[in-house]
């Protein structure tokens, strides 16, 4: 998803790109500090929360546990690991902790960090548990990253990988939702180099670190009036919008008609969903 990620620099971005849009992530597009950030993160997370909970619950989660929760955003999912689940201790690291700090406790240890620069940190240990949602698919340096988590994992360890997977209806090219769907990710790409197609590569890549029980599954849920996910979509678009429209990109009449339509009674779309990928490292003891 569009959501909050660990800013990091991007440079003078690829050619052709908003200038406006080039540069911190965060900074650039979804400002941290800007009214309603949190609150956009969270429509997201009223989704995708309880799917993330029963993966995790299915792994085994709980008493006993070290968890790495990265670009923790809000903290829904390390709140739940540390107050619910029971972990012994749940760290959750985001460049940004504006939102954490308030929620941090016994077990949960907030920690400001940047993924991308995820090699220079100290201390942070190992874990039983490292789970990253809607945070690689936007780094371009994902596969380095992903052996970096894997990396931190104890012996019977689980790295869970969470991002969207876009399945568009191949008839449809031109309608207002699909092109202003395109257009953002198209725009998230060209400027800090997202890429939804590299999550389909995510279960091979886990074995490639050799994590065994590997797995995916895909989650679509319904995209309706009204909804947390549909608010989320129409807040994302609208806080990208003088990306969305920069010469080249969407006119300000089809980004309109998306939003409106987001609102409709003739809503009728498959959304983009949440692909979650997961992998453990072997433990020699069984």
Not at 65 to 90: I, K, P, Q
Not at 210 to 232: I, K, Q, R, S, W
Not at 238 to 245: C, G, N, V, W
Request: with cysteine; proline share 8%; hydrophobic share 40%.
């Amino acid at each position: 998803m569009a959501s909050a990620p660990q800013d990091h620099t991007t440079g003078s971005g690829a050619p052709g790109a908003p200038e406006a849009v080039v540069g911190r992530y965060g900074e650039a597009l979804f400002r941290p500090e800007h009214q309603g950030e949190g609150d956009r993160i969270d429509h997201a997370a009223l989704v995708y929360d309880p799917f993330t909970r029963a993966r995790l619950r299915d792994l085994g989660v709980g008493p006993g546990w070290r968890c790495l929760d990265v670009g923790a955003g809000t903290g829904t999912v390390a709140r739940w690991l540390a107050e619910e689940a029971g972990a012994d201790e749940v760290v959750a690291l985001d460049r940004d902790t504006s939102h954490l700090v308030p929620i941090a406790g016994p077990r949960l240890r907030v920690r400001a960090a940047d993924l991308t620069r995820l090699a220079s940190e100290t201390g942070l240990g190992t874990f039983d548990l490292v789970h990253a949602r809607f945070v690689l698919m936007h780094l371009p340096e994902r596969r380095a990253l992903l052996t970096q988590l894997a990396d931190l994992l104890n012996p019977g360890g689980y790295l869970v990988l969470s991002d969207a997977a876009d399945v568009p209806d191949p008839a449809d090219t031109q309608s207002a939702y699909r092109r202003t769907l395109d257009a953002m990710w198209r725009t998230l790409g060209e400027t800090i180099g997202t890429d939804i197609a590299a999550v389909r590569a995510h279960p091979h890549a886990l074995r490639a670190e050799g994590l065994d029980a590997v797995a995916a599954e895909l989650v679509c849920p319904p995209l309706t009036p009204g909804a947390p996910l549909t608010a989320f979509w129409s807040d994302t678009w609208q806080r990208m919008r003088p990306a969305l429209l920069a010469p080249g990109g969407l006119d300000a009449a089809t980004l309109d008609e998306a939003l409106a339509y987001l609102e409709s009674p003739g809503l009728a779309e498959l959304g983009p969903g949440m692909l979650t990928a997961w992998g453990r490292r072997p433990d020699p003891r069984g």
